[in-house]
């Protein structure tokens, strides 16, 4: 089944740095894979989509990149913001088709004046 | 943009009775929508799609008897957990796509803490 790994461990970094959070995956091979934002007691909000056939995707302070080889999608945040702080959740197409999607158990991102 | 919105925000209940949770595409018409199980720490684990006016489908291990889900339509899906316990106890997301396509971005809800006493 598919598998998708992101770094449980929190990541503190200072404010204005770039913050780099890493989504891995295995068993699987997706057409496309999304990323989200969700704070505390929220749900996710979408912040970009990248397709198998695209290496990099911008968006104002953000970036994607997604490696089919290495089966691995990276997504940074440029001069980063205390109002960044926020857990980001990766998320695969699923096997099933159609919008279902499966999640990673996301990176808890936390930027420190 | 897209809202969907979920109520109740939170509900304490005791153990043995029901509890219904709606999902409302305000919007936007949604023929599907998911919904998904958090636990503390841990990921969105997709419970159910809901399809507009036909029968849920069910993840493998999610008892459909237990959280009964009903799309009646374009616009509102809920979820009821029957009998609740408290291993029932969690947040509750439900989402929909904006669009019908394929590979649509989801819009979720802000979810539903329940509580089983």
């Known amino acids: 089944s598919q598998k998708i790994e992101q770094n449980s461990e929190a990541l503190n970094i200072q404010e204005g740095k770039t913050a780099t959070l890493t989504c891995n995956y295995t068993?699987?091979?997706?057409?496309?894979l999304q990323w989200y934002r969700q704070d505390p007691g929220r749900g996710p909000v979408f912040l970009l989509l990248i397709r198998e056939n695209e290496k990099e995707k911008r968006k104002e302070r953000l970036k994607v990149t997604f490696d089919t080889t290495l089966k691995q999608s990276l997504f940074h945040i440029t001069a980063s913001q205390p109002a960044d702080s926020a857990t980001y959740l990766c998320a695969l197409d699923s096997a099933g088709g159609g919008n279902k999607l499966t999640f990673g158990t996301g990176t808890q991102l936390k930027v420190e004046l | 943009g897209a809202v969907v919105s979920q109520h109740p925000s939170w509900v304490i209940c005791k153990s043995g009775t029901s509890v219904k949770i709606e999902c409302r595409s305000l919007?936007?018409?949604?023929?599907?929508m998911f919904w998904y199980r958090q636990f503390p720490k841990q990921s969105l684990m997709l419970m159910a799609t809901?399809?507009?006016?036909?029968?849920?489908?069910?993840e493998q291990g999610v008892e459909k008897d237990k959280f009964l889900i009903n799309h009646a339509s374009l616009t509102l899906s809920t979820l009821t957990v029957t009998s609740a316990h408290p291993e029932d106890s969690s947040f509750y997301i439900c989402?929909?796509?904006?669009?019908?396509?394929?590979?649509?971005?989801?819009?979720f809800g802000n979810g539903t803490r329940l509580t089983v006493t």
């Open positions: 068993n699987y091979s997706p057409a496309y």
């Open positions: 809901s399809n507009e006016g036909s029968k849920a489908t069910y």
């Open positions: 989402s929909a796509a904006g669009e019908a396509t394929y590979n649509s971005p989801l819009h």
């Open positions: 919007d936007f018409q949604a023929t599907t």
